[in-house]
């Protein structure tokens, strides 16, 4: 199985013993593999990747153990645990997929003098040190927010396993100014999309599926024909969102939706399918897939990327479909409540972002309205 997008080739393997294995695909050499001794979180794990990019193997691993008290053994051992607390079902996935990668960033990046990294360094290291490290990222304050949240994370478990106490990470300001996260798909937006695409293509079908549920691309993927039940005469999506804390969801089926999926085998693994016919292998090859359809009906803009070369970037996404369904159960007078139904909220706070924005301009106008009639 493919892993992930920062590390091209790089393939988890399971061993007909049941053991797991990581091996890399040779650039420019599709068929051939080459198996290294160590996964992701390991310190070594780039020097391995690379070499087996380029066709190489190296013979031992650079440092079999971290340093001890060292940045590397409290990452090491953090992630160790957060792997059992995911099979455990008391953390997600990707809580820990999110966390490991911060952590490496922080551990990958070099010393001031560029000679080390600051995974060998002793945990016990200065504001001074986290500030290096946030700032290494450059303009990229939401990888840098997303690197000191999974630091944070690690030392505050690292204060009862023999690692610092109230580290100076806890005082490094947070770069990151949000810009209001994804964009609600407006009408127009809608429309552009489905004249591009048009019946029977799997981008359609996907924007009809998202535009029905409302719901996270995490889950998208998964969703099928064994979702559908019957309440009374109308035929719902039912489900269990993998987010921890989420709420089931039931949400009607548009006869939109339905006639897009009329054909569809009863035995399809899922409703979204790939070019070859088999299930998304995970949320992010489906939003990799996403955003090309996006770009393609002409939702997109062109910025300049970290290497100085033109790029093209989708300007709307899946999370905006489900921003706009909350902003239009809202402008239509829905409770919170509604809300948090259709969105599988389980916080009150978070659905409310949406209702206040109305709920304000709603009252604006009965004031408008009042002050006119008074003069």
Known sequence: MKVGFD?????KEETPAGKLRWRVRVEGKREKKITIPVGPSHPDFHAHYEAARFDQKLIKSLSDTPNKGSLDELREQYVDWMKVQVQAGNLSKKTLESRERGLRQACDCRTPNGKARMGGVKASMPKTAFAHIRNSFGSKTGAAATCLKALRAAYRWGEECGFPVDSPVFQVSNPHVSKGGAVPW???DKAKFLAFHGPGTMARRW???ANDTAGRIGDTHLLGPEHEVFRGDHQVLSWQPSKKGSQPVEVPMSVELMMELA????DAPAYLLTEHGKQFASSGSLDNRVRKWIIAAGLCAAEVDDNGKNAIKATRSQHGIRKARAEEIAEQGGSVYEVMSVLSHSDVRTAEIYTKKFRRAGLAKQ?????????
């Not at 590390?7 to 393939?11: A, E, K, N, V």
């Not at 054909?263 to 009863?266: N, S, W």
């Not at 004031?367 to 003069?375: F, N």
């Open 207 to 209: 924007f009809l599926l």
């Open 263 to 266: 054909g569809l085998p009863e």
């Open 186 to 188: 407006s009408k127009e």
């Open 367 to 375: 004031a408008a309205a009042r002050r006119a009639t008074q003069d």
């Open 7 to 11: 590390f091209p080739g790089l393939c």
